[in-house]
């Protein structure tokens, strides 16, 4: 049976941590998007995604 290490750095604990930024992105988007035709984008929403994106990644 193989197990994942993984590196905890403190400030965040593995798994709340991942639930709450999921949060944290889901609320902006719908909060910018509210009102907006389908298929709406921004720069606003390109940069909480790539943010959202990399602490999903990296941690940070």
């Given at each position: 049976?193989?197990?994942?290490?993984?590196?905890?750095?403190?400030?965040h604990p593995p798994f709340s941590s991942l639930?709450?930024?999921?949060?944290?992105?889901?609320?902006?988007?719908?909060?910018?998007?509210?009102?907006?035709?389908?298929?709406?984008?921004?720069?606003?929403?390109?940069?909480?995604?790539?943010?959202?994106?990399?602490?999903?990644?990296?941690?940070?």
């Open positions: 049976m193989w197990v994942r290490a993984q590196v905890v750095d403190g400030k639930r709450e930024d999921s949060r944290w992105y889901n609320k902006q988007v719908s909060t910018i998007k509210e009102n907006k035709p389908l298929g709406f984008w921004s720069n606003r929403l390109a940069a909480i995604t790539e943010k959202r994106n990399r602490q999903i990644r990296f941690g940070y």
